[in-house]
Every structure is written in C-alpha cells, then in structure tokens.
C-alpha cells in the first residue's frame, strides 16, 4: 500500500444556475438579437424607410395603431383556430374510414396522395368563387393545407398499433369496436400529436395566403393595403404580429399536446 | 398431447419449433400462415375454450397510457358487458379487487404509478396480477420470464407457482431449467413437422430445488434436444 502514489482529491465542481434556460427565454433573447442586427442594418447600411424600416419605427406603428391591428389579428386567429379544427376533424373522420374498411383505402389513399400535387394556393381564387371574401373561404384554405399530414399521420398511428396489444385484447374478448376506441386510437395519438404539431405550423399560411387572394378583414389583407400605400412599417408590423400569433399557437398547442399525451416516447 | 386440468404443462424446444405458434392456437390468436392438423378435443367437449383462457406473453404488454391499477383491470374493459357491471359499486369492486391483487405480487405502493417508472421485472409482476384478474382456468404462457434477469426471474417463477396454483398453465420456454422446475409434465417439440415427446418428472412437487434428480433431467433434455442437430447433420 506504501508503493501507491497519492491521489489528491479532486474539488467536486458546484453548478451555480440560479436561473434555467427555458426555451421561451431562448426564443426572446433570439428575438432580440435579430431586431438588434435588424436596426444595425438600417443605420448602417442607411436603408430607406420604403424599403426596410428601422425596428423603432414598425414598434412606433404598431402602438399607434394598435386597434385596427388588433381587429384584424382576432379575425385572422379565428380562421387559423378554426380552419385547423375543421381540418383536424376532416383527418381523423378520413383516417377512421380508410382504416375501417379496405376498399374506401384502395380509392382513398391514391387521391390523397395526388391532392398534394395540386397547390393549395392555385385553388384559393376557386374558393373564393365559391365561398366568398368573408371567413369561411379562409377556413376552408387553411382546413385543405393541413388535411394531407393529419391524415396520413392519423391513418399510420392507427395502422401501426403494437400487434402484442391487439393480440392481448383479442384473448380478452375485445370486439372490433372496442379494440378500437380502448387500444388502437391510445397507441395512435404519440403519430397524431406529429401531424398536429407540424399542421399548427403550417395553418397560418392557409390562413393569411386566403387572405392575399380575396378579402376584407385580417393580416394579411392588412399587410396588401399597407403594401399598396407604402406604408411598408405597417406591412412590418402586420408581420411581426403575425409571427408572434404563429409561434405563440406553436407553443400552446406543444404544451396542451405534452399534457394530453404525458408517455409520447 | 394432453393438457391435464389444474397442472402445469410445460413445452420446451428451441426456437422456431413452433411452440409459440401452438400456444397462439390454442389462444385463438393462429392466422392462415400456419399449415395445421389435428384437432383440439375438450373435456367437457361442449365448452368454448376462447372463453376460458388468460393469455401471457414475454412482452409484458402494458399500456403506457394507462396507470399500472388500470393495467391491471383492462379485461374489464372488453368483451360483452354485463349488466349492471359499469354501476359505481361494481367498479368499487373491480379496483378493490385489482388493488388485492397488487398487493400479492407485492406492487401495491405502484398502483397509481405510469408504467414507465416500473423496471422490466415490476412490469412483468403487473401482467401476472392482470392475468390472474381474468380469473380464467386456463392459462397461456409465451416465454414470460426470458427476458429477466436470473434472480428475478427465479423469484417469478415462485411467485407465478404459488399464485397460479389451481390452473390449468401451459407454460412454453426455452429453459430447461425452468421447466424442470415448474412443470408437473413436460413435452419437448422438436422435428419437422413438429411432434412432442412426454418426459418423466421428478417426484417433488414444483417450485422443485435443483438437486440431483433435476440436474440428471435436465442432461437428458439437453441430450434429447441435440440429438435433432445430430440427426440433421
């Protein structure tokens, strides 16, 4: 024991984080790193107002008129919600037919596929033919963009339940209808949580792209009008909100998802 | 081959020699894949054996989504209701009875826990308290303990003999070892097409010690297993 060289003991490291790193914190110093880099673009590159306005200026605007912003954000958040409801909706009542019965799978399944080919924007000026320049064109625009990973996602989560699970609930009796609600639509709503998050990204472009072909009320008819009077600092502030609404749906619909589905592997 | 009621069967073989897809056929869970023939008589011949078995299998097959007391109960949850069987009080039973059962393979404390806070051996506890919740006569197992480690696996198996002790089980593994000391009859698979052979047991009841007549047992078995590879070359 005497021929062992001596170890000093080795000062145990302490963490001091009096605060965490949440990601809402990491998301607003970002911001603030980008609106600074934005103003030293400005200044430095002395960009006219017309064409890129200084933050200061878009911040100015957007107190300023911050209740018709305001009138039209509630609009346009309402055919975001809405449109994403509807398209939810139209996914699982999809999803379930293909998986209940094999023929509706056969014909289904090739035209869900093509009607991705077609550009949800091509058919906005159809819908707005059909549906008029009020909300429930918009609603319609934003429920069509996000059908497509809804449903494939609903469709494969059920498809993909676990056979262990089916064969226990066979041997337990279980009939068809029961295995469906009590196992099958449990193990298929980690899948469905994925479609739902990435159609929460994706509504706001039905939304606002509904919005540019034909309306009279949200953001982006908004950000045409602005465009059209050069008053391109309400374009910017039209955006901004428009941005913050997105990632702020985002992050609730995450929440509320990791509440609803706490074993999501 | 016979199935003794109220004793326990086991069937050893190596992989592939289609004890599983036995097991699956006398739990009704066989599909159109197998080639299969003979029949499967009963005693009393008019009974439905679907109705009568508790399936096991060597994945514990909990729900993450629900709590281990609701894994436990989740039989209830199929098959034709009874009337009368969704009242407040029927339910009280159910829970209470699931909650005894907890306690008998020891897991009472986890009953409101997730599934995912439970090690592999808890969770293989949690599906024998779910099996013996269906309470049928006869009960089906796959491999159940292959996947634990040796200690807990040798717990297990004492618990699942005491627990199980009026079944009829038949219990397919890989082991040698645990069939020699759980089984009151063993048959091993072997061949193509598959055909049992029935061995003799030791005469000590199981749980058994391994002691000398069990070791000579399993020589033989192991024996008799390598003689189909010897065969084959």
Known sequence: MNN????DPIPCQQHNNKWHMTPVLRLMISALVIIGLWQAVVVILAMPSFILPAPLDVFDRLIQRHD?????????????????LLGLAMGLFF?????LSNPI????????????????FAIAPVLMLWLGYGMASKIV????????????????????????????????????????????????LPTLASGIRVAVVIAPIGAVAGEWVGSSEGLGYLMLQANARMLIDEMFAALLILSALSVSLYFVTDKLLKKLIPWEV | MTFPAGQWTC???????????????????????????????????HADL?????YMAQQDLLMPWLSVLDNVMLSHQFGKQIAGSRSTSARKLTSEKALALLQKVGLADSASHTVSQLSGGMRQRVALAR????????????????????????RLQDLACELLIDKTVVLITHDPQEAIRLADQIYIMRGVPAAAESLNVPSSPPPRLFDAQCAALQQEIMTCLEREDGAAQ
């Open chain 1, 95 to 99: 999803a379930l037919q293909m998986l």
């Open chain 1, 68 to 84: 018709v912003l305001l009138k039209h954000t509630l609009v346009t958040a309402q055919e975001i919600v809405l449109g994403l």
């Open chain 1, 105 to 120: 799978k056969r014909w289904l399944l090739p035209i869900l596929i093509a009607s991705q080919a077609v550009p949800v």
């Open chain 2, 131 to 154: 099996t013996l919740m269906q309470d049928k006569p006869v009960v089906l197992m796959d491999e159940p303990f292959s996947a634990l480690d040796a200690v807990t696996r040798y």
């Open chain 2, 11 to 45: 069937i050893l073989g190596r992989s592939g020699c289609g004890k599983t897809s036995l097991l699956r056929y006398l739990a009704g869970l066989l599909d159109q894949q197998v080639d299969w023939s003979g029949t499967l008589s009963l005693t009393p011949s």
């Open chain 1, 4 to 7: 062992m060289t001596r170890v």
């Open chain 1, 141 to 188: 625009m934003t429920a069509l963009i996000i059908f497509f990973p809804v449903t494939t996602c609903c469709y494969d989560g059920l498809r993909n339940t676990p056979t262990g699970y089916l064969d226990l609930a066979q041997t337990m009796g279980a009939t068809r209808w029961q295995m469906l609600r009590h196992i099958q639509f449990p193990a298929s």
């Open chain 2, 50 to 54: 679907s109705l009568h078995i508790a």
